[in-house]
């Protein structure tokens, strides 16, 4: 005696109704609980807790001398920012940098892949906060500090060790965390 196939979907007619069901509702739970629950937007950095890689570049513009790792050495906390002049959030981040500056915070930059008269231009529209600012035209010190575009800040210890990498613009809600990332870095 055979079974037809047709008679078990006669006689289970639920299955076939509640499977596909239960599937769509349990991809529905999926994608509300990643809508609903807060996202974690910090990126940990390999390279916090290690020392920069030793560089030496030249000068990106007149108004300011190259920079080399030795500078990070000098037993004062300093912000490296990894700018460009073709950058938007990097003209966005600006008036937050000088903010800082003014605060007495060193800031150093590495300009990326940038012509000197398009970094002239960009620093005179949107303000000058650093103390050196190098050339990275291969974007070798870019890559090896573990930056993977523009803007990205790094809080650099006295003693030349990144302490903390903020990823993108300086927000002005941004400023306090740094500040605090700084100041922890002092001790």
Not at 39 to 62: M, Q, Y
Not at 104 to 128: H, S
């Amino acid at each position: 005696m055979t079974t037809d196939p047709r008679d078990l979907v006669k006689k289970k007619p639920g299955l076939a109704l509640w499977l596909p069901l239960a599937l769509f509702g349990a991809f529905f739970v999926l994608v509300i609980w990643g809508l609903v629950r807060p996202a974690d937007r910090e990126v940990a950095s390999a390279f916090i807790g290690k020392p920069l890689p030793e560089f030496n570049l030249p000068p990106a513009t007149e108004a300011r001398p190259g920079l080399a790792t030795a500078t990070f050495r000098a037993g004062k906390p300093r912000l490296l920012n990894v700018f460009a002049s073709w950058c938007v959030p990097c003209a966005v981040e600006s008036p937050q940098l000088a903010a800082l500056a003014a605060q007495g915070i060193e800031i150093d930059g590495v300009a990326i892949r940038d012509r000197k008269e398009d970094l002239d231009r960009f620093l005179a529209t949107n303000g000058n906060p650093f103390k050196r600012i190098g050339k990275d035209d291969l974007s070798q010190v870019q890559l090896a500090i573990g930056s993977s575009g523009v803007p990205e800040t790094f809080v650099v210890d006295g003693k030349g060790v990144i302490r903390y990498q903020h990823i993108g613009d300086i927000r002005p809600e941004d400023v306090p965390l740094i500040l605090g990332k700084l100041a922890e870095a002092a001790q």
